[in-house]
Every structure is written in structure tokens, then in C-alpha cells.
């Protein structure tokens, strides 16, 4: 039986493969983004009675609630959540202003909680479902500039992993992946937002907008390749609960999980000597 998808973030990027993949499986999708005319434009040419492109800013709690209601109105059901929608924010985390960290946390964090808190009913009661949630590679380790960004998702992991244990009872699976480097608009000068550099202490390394700028355009992964990865994990009966995605995120994270495992085992013993005794 085909899927029905429901995608965040469909007009460019990840997003847009990743509906293009669904639709090559033969699967029906509902393609969301802020801007409408971007989705049907990124996807013209796949267009069909399979495709449904519905505005959405996730950051908007009704407006999430209301685009999963017109998914069911179209298609009946909801087989696969991809939360992809979101932007970057690069600088040094003293010169980003509150205003930046919040909106940056209302799309990047409270856009996964508005549309998996929408769409986590109507799984429950097909009694299925598959989630995946795009982290990235600075969502489970640390990057210079990236301490709103990666707070985003950071969270967006712990989220993931703790809800998955809530809900897989109900036959639903959820799959936190983290993307390495990626073709994809996140760095694109007219989307990446970078601080203004008002303090001197940091101006000898140069900007944000100097160290990120530069692998616009320049990313080894291949978005169209990952859609079709995200098709093979929905499919999955027992798919992983996190995934990375890249040799380049693979070759970065594999050693610090080892520097962790060794410093694990470095302060055991002042671990072991918290414990009290009963």
C-alpha cells in the first residue's frame, strides 16, 4: 500500500528531494513551506493528483494543525512526519541578540514540537507511523558559531529519542537523523542569518559569515540521495532511532563518540565515588 508523506521544508533542499523520492516510490505527499509558490514551483515538474502542496509556518501552532487537518481531508491518513523545516543562525553567541535566539527556536525547535504534536494523534489511532526528524551533525556535536543553531537541535534529538519510547507502543517509530554537509540552501547567502560582530575580543578570527560562507554550494552530500535513504527508513520495520547521514558527518562523529568513551572511562572512578550510601 502506498504512503502518505507529510513534509515540512519541501521547497528547496532536503525537503523538496525527499518529496521527489516519495513520489518516485509511488507514494502520495503533502509538500509544506512558508511560501506556497516555492513548493509548486521546487516541484512543478513531479506535479499530480499524488502531490499536495499546503502552506505552512511551522512555527505557527494553528497554522500546523490546520495543514495536517487538510492532509487528512485529502489523503485519509499519515504515514511518514519528515520535519525539515528550518534556517541557520551563525555567530558568536555573545553577539546574538535575544530576538535572533528566539526566532531561530521557534522554527528550528517549536516547529518539530507544533506539527508532531499535530500529526502524533492521527498515527496513534492508524496504530502507525514513522517520524523523522532532521537534526544535523551540529545537533550531536559542537561547532564554533553554531550555539543557537546547535541548541535547536540538540533538542530536537533529545526530543526525539525521549518521545519515541512514549509512542512506539503505538506502532510508531521515530528517527532522528543528522545530516552532514548537504547541497542545500542552508548556507545560501539569501537564507543563512549571521550576528553582526560588535565585539573587538573576537575580530581576530574574522567573522562567522568568513568561516561558513565559503562551503555554500561546495557540500558533498547529495540531497536527492538522501530522499531516497529517508524512503528505505520509512520502509523499515525497525528503522534506527538515530541515523547519520554522510561520510563526512560519519568520518567528524566517530571520533568524538570515542573521545567521549574514553573520558567516560578516564572519571569513573570520581563518577562511582557520588554514590551514597542506603
Not at 25 to 38: E, F, H, P, Q, S
Not at 184 to 212: C, P, R
Not at 245 to 264: H, I, N, T, Y
Request: proline share 2%; hydrophobic share 45%; charged share 20%.
Amino acid at each position: 500500500m502506498s504512503k502518505v508523506w507529510f513534509i515540512t521544508g519541501a521547497g528547496s533542499g532536503i525537503g523538496a528531494a525527499t518529496a521527489r523520492a516519495a513520489l518516485k516510490a509511488g507514494d502520495r505527499v503533502i509538500a509544506t513551506a512558508r511560501n506556497l509558490d516555492k513548493v509548486r514551483n521546487a516541484l512543478s515538474d513531479v506535479a499530480g493528483d499524488r502531490l499536495v502542496c499546503v502552506q505552512l509556518d511551522v512555527a505557527n501552532e494553528a497554522q500546523a494543525r490546520a495543514a495536517v487537518d487538510e492532509a487528512i481531508k485529502v489523503f485519509g491518513r499519515i504515514d511518514v512526519l519528515v520535519n525539515n523545516a528550518g534556517y541557520s543562525l551563525l555567530g558568536n553567541f555573545e553577539e546574538l541578540s535575544t530576538a535572533q535566539i528566539e526566532g531561530l527556536i521557534s522554527t528550528n525547535l517549536y516547529g518539530v514540537i507544533h506539527v508532531m504534536r499535530a500529526v502524533l494523534p492521527v498515527m496513534r489511532k492508524q496504530r502507525s507511523g514513522r517520524i523523522i526528524n532532521i537534526s544535523s551533525l551540529a545537533g550531536i556535536m559542537g561547532f564554533k558559531h553554531c550555539g543557537a543553531y546547535s541548541a535547536a537541535k540538540f533538542a530536537v534529538e533529545g526530543l526525539s529519542l525521549s518521545v519515541a519510547q512514549e509512542v512506539e507502543q503505538f506502532g510508531i517509530k521515530i528517527v532522528m537523523v543528522a545530516p552532514g554537509f548537504f547541497r542545500t540552501d542552508l548556507l545560501d547567502a539569501q537564507n543563512a542569518k549571521y550576528s553582526a560582530s560588535t565585539i573587538e575580543d573576537y575580530a581576530a578570527e574574522g567573522t562567522a559569515q568568513d568561516m561558513w560562507s565559503g562551503y555554500d554550494g561546495k557540500q558533498q552530500g547529495d540531497p536527492a540521495r538522501l530522499g531516497a535513504v529517508f524512503v528505505k527508513l520509512a520502509g523499515m520495520e525497525n528503522p534506527p532511532r538515530q541515523f547519520v547521514a554522510g561520510s563526512d558527518a560519519l568520518a567528524a562523529f566517530k571520533p568524538v563518540l570515542e573521545g567521549r568513551l574514553e573520558q567516560l572511562s578516564a572519571y569513573e572512578d570520581l563518577s562511582r565515588s557520588t554514590d551514597g550510601s542506603f
